[in-house]
C-alpha cells in the first residue's frame, strides 16, 4: 500500500517537475523574446530621432540656401538699378523660391506654374531623397528608393516619386547599368554637379 502510494508520489513529482521545467523553458523564450522587441524598438526610435535630425539639417540647409538666395537677388538688383528697390521689397518678392535647370531663378514658387517642385511636401521628398542617394554614391532604383521612403510615409507612390525626379534632371540623374536581362535603372544625386550649370 505505501510502495503505491509512492510511486504515485514520486509520480507526481516527476510530472510537477516536467512542468515546472516546460514553464522555465517558455520564461527563457519570452524573456528572449522581449529582449529582441526592446533591441528593435530601441533601434526604430534611433532611426526615428535621425530621421528627424536629417529633416531639421535639410530644412535648415534649404532655409540658408533661400537666404543665399534673396541677399544675392538684393545684391543683383542693387547693382542694376542703382540701389532703387529697397531691400523688403525684393526679400517679400523672393521668399520661398525654388531654384533649379527649368526655371527663371527669380519667380516666386507660387507665380510659377512650370516650377518643378509643386508643394513642400515634394520639397521634403526631393530633401529626404538627395540625403538617401548623397550615402549611395552608385545610385538606387526607384524601387529602392520608395521602399526606404514609405519607412517614413506608407502613402508614397514610386511613379510619383519617379516623375519628382524626372522633373529634376540637374539634381537627379537616372542611368542604366548591367547588361542584357540584368539591365537596371539607377537615380543618382548630381546635385553638386548641378549648382554649377545653374
Known amino acids: 500500500m505505501r510502495s503505491e502510494e509512492d510511486n504515485t508520489h514520486s509520480q507526481q513529482l516527476s510530472f510537477l517537475q516536467q512542468a515546472l521545467q516546460g514553464m522555465q523553458k517558455q520564461l527563457l523564450t519570452m524573456r528572449e523574446e522581449l529582449k529582441q522587441r526592446e533591441a528593435e524598438l530601441e533601434k526604430s526610435f534611433e532611426d ?4 528627424k535630425n536629417q529633416v531639421q539639417n535639410l530644412k535648415e540647409g534649404l532655409q540658408n540656401l533661400q537666404n543665399t538666395h534673396v541677399m544675392q537677388l538684393e545684391m543683383s538688383k542693387r547693382d542694376d538699378k542703382g540701389g532703387e528697390e ?6 517679400e518678392a523672393t521668399v520661398s523660391t525654388v531654384v533649379s535647370c527649368s526655371q527663371e531663378k527669380e519667380g516666386p514658387t507660387e507665380k510659377n506654374p512650370l516650377s518643378p517642385v509643386h508643394s513642400e511636401r515634394e520639397a521634403l521628398l526631393v530633401g529626404i531623397i538627395s540625403t538617401f542617394l548623397h550615402v549611395h554614391p552608385f545610385g538606387a532604383s526607384i524601387e529602392y528608393i520608395c521602399s526606404y521612403l514609405q519607412r517614413l510615409d506608407t502613402k508614397i507612390n514610386p511613379s510619383e516619386v519617379e516623375a519628382l525626379l524626372s522633373r529634376l534632371p ?7 547599368t548591367g547588361v542584357g536581362a540584368s539591365l537596371e535603372k539607377r537615380w543618382n544625386f548630381c546635385g553638386f554637379q548641378g549648382i554649377k550649370s545653374t
Request: hydrophobic content about 20%.
Open 48 to 51: 526615428k530621432q535621425q530621421l
Open 86 to 91: 529697397s531691400p523688403n521689397q525684393t526679400s
Open 170 to 176: 540637374c539634381t537627379f540623374r537616372q542611368e542604366l
